[in-house]
């Protein structure tokens, strides 16, 4: 998982510039009623997010008057992915993934914006910025409309969710023909439970461990092909992967690379020859 910075986005500007679009007064005044109501809420969203609280909002149908769920999804749909205003911001945060990878699994290329809390359950959020993410098309279709109950079983959330600076993820080498890779979450020891609990529920949430050993898979097949045309020992084996390791570790620390490279050069039986 990735950090993103928090986008610079007013969301009571974000709204505006999204119902301003319809050509109807009358609808611009339904949505503009309710501005207030939405500003209230994009606050408390900032400060639940802040403090791991997000699970705390109920899933609704009615927004406020006579917005409903619908008028807010058809609002996000025509106003912001397909008006040229709301496509700006739309545009916008796409813009602010780091190379353009995935947030969520930091393999895939961002296409798309993921709502955190789903426009599904929670329409009220439907063009928040700060609920608007970057994502790939795989975790963004594979979460769908799914969103936790409990503290413990948030996903991490790119905007507020910093779990970068200490390792998280790992990897063991399997004695398999051909040799493959294995990932796990082992959280820090220090942690407390609740972020012990996210990391494998992001983990588990997003099916990376599945991903990340397809990932893992092309590389060690580049990686015996390296090895046999350069005739390399066990020795140049083991460095070549530690300086791999290294680098990769001193980017993400908690990237399938940085897991896997690790896993190599500390495992004997891969670099004496098992990754024939």
């Given at each position: 998982m990735r950090i993103i910075p928090k986008p610079n986005i007013s969301p009571?500007?974000?709204?505006?510039a999204c119902y301003s679009s319809f050509a109807n007064p009358v609808i611009q005044n339904n949505f503009k009623s309710i501005a207030s109501f939405i500003n209230t809420q994009s606050m408390l969203y900032d400060t639940n997010a802040n403090n791991m609280n997000l699970y705390t909002f109920q899933p609704h149908v009615v927004v406020q008057g006579t917005i409903s769920?619908?008028?807010?999804?058809?609002?996000?749909?025509?106003?912001m992915v397909q008006n040229k205003?709301?496509?700006k911001i739309y545009d916008k945060l796409l813009s602010l993934a780091p190379l353009s990878r995935c947030p969520y699994c930091g393999v895939g290329e961002v296409s798309t914006l993921d709502h955190y809390l789903p426009k599904a359950e929670f329409p009220i959020f439907?063009?928040?910025?700060?609920?608007?993410?970057?994502?790939?098309?795989?975790?963004?279709?594979?979460?769908?409309?799914?969103?936790a109950t409990t503290q413990n079983t948030q996903t991490l959330h790119p905007y507020?969710?910093?779990?970068?600076?200490?390792?998280?993820?790992?990897?063991?080498?399997?004695?398999t023909s051909p040799v493959s890779i294995e990932f796990y979450v082992n959280p820090h020891a220090t942690w407390n439970q609740v972020d012990k609990d996210r990391v494998k529920e992001h983990f588990v949430n997003y099916k990376l461990y599945g991903r990340f050993a397809m990932q893992a898979a092309n590389v060690l097949a580049d990686l015996r092909e390296?090895?046999?045309?350069?005739?390399s020992t066990p020795l140049d084996i083991q460095q070549?992967?530690?300086?791999?390791?290294?680098?990769?570790?001193?980017?993400?620390?908690?990237?399938?690379?940085?897991a896997m490279y690790q896993a190599l050069y500390q495992d004997q039986w891969y670099y004496n020859g098992g990754y024939q």
């Open positions: 009571v500007r974000a709204y505006v769920k619908n008028d807010m999804k058809t609002l996000y749909k025509n106003n205003r709301g496509r439907s063009v928040l910025p700060h609920n608007l993410v970057a994502s790939c098309k795989d975790c963004n279709t594979g979460k769908l409309a799914s969103y507020y969710d910093d779990f970068t600076t200490q390792q998280w993820l790992y990897a063991r080498v399997l004695q390296e090895f046999i045309l350069y005739n070549e992967l530690q300086k791999k390791a290294r680098s990769y570790e001193s980017r993400y620390k908690n990237s399938w690379e940085t």
